[in-house]
């Protein structure tokens, strides 16, 4: 699972005490460029939807969730079938209105 660490400082009289936290990646839900820059928009383990950062991609350790968020995100193959669909029905438009000429 993916990991951020968080550093923490605290200070007591002449010493430094450093607390580090670790946050797991539950889910990748969302990908940007900023400035150039891949951002991912990221659900962390055990915090609600509201706590979702975007995290620059060069801080995730997370390989196997970057793998299926990359499945799920493949756009899917432009449909040339919509393109001669709506020629269709244009061109059904066209012979219904020659038809309603003839008609009259």
């Known amino acids: 699972m993916g990991k951020r660490s968080k550093n923490a400082s605290k200070q007591k009289a002449d010493e430094v005490e450093v607390e580090e936290e670790d946050y797991i990646v539950e ?17 962390w383990k055990g915090y609600s939807s509201l706590d979702n950062t975007w995290e620059p991609a060069e801080n995730l350790d997370c390989p196997e969730l970057l793998e299926e968020f990359k499945k799920t995100r493949v756009a899917p193959p ?10 269709k029905r244009k061109a059904d438009e066209n012979s219904n209105a020659e038809l309603k000429i003839a008609k009259t």
């Open 78 to 87: 432009r449909d040339s079938s919509s393109e001669s669909d709506s020629r």
């Open 27 to 43: 889910k990748i839900v969302d990908e940007r460029y900023v400035d150039g820059t891949l951002e991912y928009f990221l659900k």
